[in-house]
Nanobody, 125 residues
């Protein structure tokens, strides 16, 4: 059984930074591609970023390009989302998700097999 646990959320002001972590227990994390999604109140869950199993390929939503960076450390079974220049519209619950197709980077929820419980990010103006 794969379990994903997000951490690192919190409250920051506009322009601030946060680093989210996604830790995995169970099978070796390196067999999965990993994505980050977010869901704001009253909105659909949307794609943020994804990284393949080896960390050699990444993809980002247009809304976060140049501000967010996804990375991974397979030795630590962890994936990170560095978020800089945060804006109020980044406020949401952030989820990490694992895709058993380890080299696929799809910005859609149905591609991912495992999900964490989420961590809240709040950006105030």
């Amino acid at each position: 059984q794969v379990q994903l646990v997000e951490s690192g959320g919190g409250s920051v002001q506009t322009g601030g930074s946060l680093r989210l972590s996604c830790a995995q227990s169970g099978r070796t994390f390196s067999i999965y591609a990993v994505g980050w999604f977010r869901q704001a109140p009253g909105k659909e869950r949307e794609f943020v970023a994804a990284i393949n199993w080896s960390g050699t390929r990444t993809d980002y939503a247009d809304s976060v390009k140049g501000r967010f960076t996804i990375s991974r450390d397979n030795a630590k079974n962890a994936v990170y989302l560095q978020m800089n220049s945060l804006k109020p519209e980044d406020t949401a619950v952030y989820y990490c998700a694992g895709d058993r197709n380890r080299d696929r980077l799809l910005p859609v929820r149905w591609a991912y097999d495992y999900w964490g419980q989420g961590t809240q990010v709040t950006v105030s103006s």
